[in-house]
């Protein structure tokens, strides 16, 4: 990694690779860009009760 990024959750640097968040855009269509590590990813996998298939998935 280039960069050292924190987790825009949890707020420890991220070690790995991780998740990006990209929110709604507002009306001037910008979006805000939120770095995610893998175990509050997987939270909010668990939070929403959501499933992705992907066949890159651990």
């Not at 987790?7 to 998740?19: E, N, Q, V």
């Not at 009306?27 to 939070?47: E, G, M, N, Q, R």
């Amino acid at each position: 990694m280039a960069i050292k990024p924190k987790c825009d959750i949890c707020d420890r640097f991220l070690t790995d690779y991780g998740a990006i968040l990209l929110s709604p855009p507002d009306k001037k269509s910008k979006v805000t860009k939120y770095h995610v590590c893998k175990a509050c990813f997987k939270d909010i996998l668990k939070v929403n009760k959501v499933t992705v298939k992907n066949k890159y998935k651990e």
